[in-house]
């Protein structure tokens, strides 16, 4: 089996709301899940990094959370993204993808572009 | 805003105390299950697939842990939790709870109160604006300070370019009539500017004005807030209104504020201006005005230090000027002695109290070293606990933040009872403090001393819980999960011995300053004072009122009086039932009478004409060498026949003859004492040397004639009466019978010899009492620490010594390993602490007396008891070795 990744702290906040996002309420154990899927089983998520991340967006306002039925019929918790979270989504994406792309510029920099 | 949501959420968790325990383990119960659920689906048998599920989840109690700082205020619940913790675990260990607080509390309890009576006296700024600024200002020879006169004074005033307030004083002691019995007042004349220098203001009325500071100037005086209450009611009226003193009339003027500290004189309760003669001092040098009497204090000028106005006035001393000339006696040609005035009243009483506050924080030292050893040891028998937690996912912050929070939580009660015993040591400080000692009413369990204390209870407990804390997080914790392993600790054993070690080393440094002190004590007991002090009963008394004034008209008529009085003092006093003996005399031995009233030049016919010798001049009535049974050598004693008409005479003492005329007979020699115009004395007899002035100093030349002979009356004697049993109990007859002859005289001091001799020794006894408390807690706290240790490794090494004793080795080796192992610690410490005693003695020695620093039976005697003191701790842990049941030890593991 192949060493799986830890999520880089920071991270997993931003991985929770996209996937909040795209598939709706979903309870803990499908969020780690999915993201593990969504990295194509590259990363691990467990629940001792996955719960204090759910609670602190909670107390943010950026997620709300229910009781409810699951698919097998289990009393589960379901998280949903608030306004305030597809808010907080918009600006972290476009933070990501702002870092992601100073950062992408450094590796594709070559010497005789700076000459 | 977001960081402000999550705070005001957090808040509102912490406070209605909810708990989202219950959903986070219902959701992780969740969780688990469906991971499993999953594990089974990808085909893992169902144990498999639990396991697998559980492993990756990781350890609940981190988990939660990681949930619960995120959910409500991690470091104050912790604290809350952590000290419930600790109270669980404390009681569950009550005697080391009991021996923990007691031990900082006596520690921190002695040192705050050490603290508090040093503070005023040695650290805090006396109590008057800009109180660095005041100097006192003396006059030297051979770099002893003596008193100045008023001409010296007006010199200096006129002079000087530093001071703004330049002021003078001496003591004062009016007889206040007008009650049902005279009182006499403890009150100082001094120059008008006095209260200036000091910068405080009368809180009634007014200050002295400079055209009140003249010779025959109005008679005013400023009372004391104490004497306003007790004496005058407390009644603003009394301001103009007038008082008689010593027979004048005197205006009050003034009632100094209550909190007024008169640190010059602590106990005056009277002022009122100097009534010297300006015109006097300008012609006449034998005046008063040119007496050595005075004492100077000056406020400087801001921005004038020490050095710079004692160059100033040492200037003006090298240089006279015609128009303040000065006699040979008052000439100032050894120059100035310019002190602060803080430095000056606690010159006596520094070094005493600087060594009593070094020994107490020995102690202190001790006292957290012994905590720490404790706390050391208790952390050895936790290792399986602490293992424990680690195991169940406590991290390493988190078990040292438990074990700091439990000293500090110990320290804080033993801080809390110390405060206790602080306040009542404060109390018994001030009860048994000698009379030396200034400030004494400033001393109180003070603000600062609190903060001190509290202070002190924080460091030794972070510092006592760090330490064990340390070295059990130091060792990979994991390993000892198992309890009672084999594992030895090591570096913690190390640790635990050197503690040790320094404990042994305080002790004995505290011990040799004890055993030196004693020592000293009980050389000052055996000083033989040259009388014999039991049984005797002093009282002094000085004639007070215009009757013993000599006036223009009667130029004799107060001298005679004077003589008179005191003659009829001796009669009525000779007369009480139950005295054996009595005698008059004008200073008593073992008092400072003698260097205020008695020093004169002594100038003998044999000798060279130009040089005296500074002796004592006893003025006694006849009988009071035999009163004092002060042996006589030679001739004979005084007699009443050595009146005013007969021959001259004195007696001379011991080591005078010795000096003067080695190898002769002194009797029927020749001296002058005093005024070089008188006839000759001729010496009659040779008594003993006495102790004039301190049992400590030998100033043993002195010379005693009768009143009728001598060149002026004194006013001031002091009844000496010895009588058979409690000196004491004669005392009120004694004192009826002076008031027979004249009621209008009060009693300066009434006291056995036995009390003069135990005031003379105050300071020394104080000190040493202090230093024999805090060297017995040293000896307790040396003799657990190492009993401690021992215990310990006993009951770690039950295994081992089980082992030993099944192979072979008899009661004896056992004994010999332990007790061994116990004193080879006590030991080194010992040798360590003779060291440091040593060198630490230095800062005894001007408390010691007869005995050496290095006093090498005190050093020996002293590590004697220590190394016995250590045996004894170390027998009992031996004891419970040799016990060892070699098949129970074996078997127990």
Known sequence: MKQKKDVQQGTLALMVLKTLDVLGPLHGYAVARRIEQISGDLLSVNQGTLYPVLLRLEQEGAIASDWAASENNRRARFYRLTRTGRKLLGAEKREWEQTASIVARFFEVKAEDLA | MRALRRLVARFRNFATARRGDERLREEMDQHLAMQTEENIRSGMTPVEARRQARLKCGGAESIREDYHAEEGLPLLENLIHDTRFTLRILRRSPGFTIVVILTLALAIGACTAIFSAVNPILFEPLPYPHANRILTIWSTFGGVRS??????????VERNHSFEALAVYEPWQPVLLGGAQPVRLNGQKVSASYLRVLGIEPWLGRDFLPAEDRFNGPAVAILSYRLWQQKFGGERGIIGAAVTLDGDRYTLIGVMPVGFENVLSSQADIWAPLDYNVQAAATNFESGEWGNHLYMVGRARPGVSREA????????????????PRPPHAALQHGLIVDSLKADITRGVRPALLAVMGAVLLVLLMAGVNVTNLQLARGAQRQSEFAMRVALGAGRMRLVRQLVTESLLLAGLGGAVGVAIAAAGVRMLVAMSPSG??????????????????????LVGVVTGLVPALSASREELRASAQPNSARSTRSDSWTRRTLVVTEMALALVLLAGAGLLLRSMERLLAVDPGFNPSGLLTIQIKTSGHEFDDTSTAPSGGSDARRRFFQQVFDAVRRVPGVTAAGLTTNLPLTDDAIIYGIYGARFESGPSNVGTDVFRYVVSPGYCEAMQIPLRRGRFLSKLDGDDAPSVVLISESLA??????QDPIGKRVHVGPMNRPWYTVVGVVGDVKQNSLVTDEPDAVYLTAGQSWFADDTMSVVVRERGDALALAPAVENAIWSVDKNQALVRVATADQLMAADQATRRFVLMLFEAFALVALALAATGIYGVLAGSVAERTREIGVRSALGASRRDILGLVLGKGMRLAAIGAALGLGAAAVSSSALVSLLFGVSRLD????LSVTALLLVVAAAACAIPAARAVAVDPMQALRSE
């Open chain 2, 147 to 156: 008193r100045l006169a008023f001409g010296n004074w007006r010199e200096l």
């Open chain 2, 309 to 324: 106005a004692l160059r100033d006035l040492d200037t003006i001393a090298a240089n006279r000027i015609a128009q303040f």
């Open chain 2, 437 to 458: 000692l200034p400030r004494i009413q400033a001393i109180h369990l003070s603000g600062e001393a609190f903060f001190f204390a509290l202070i002190l209870t924080t």
């Open chain 2, 658 to 663: 010795k000096s003067q005329f080695p190898g």
């Open chain 2, 856 to 859: 090498p039976l005190t050093y």
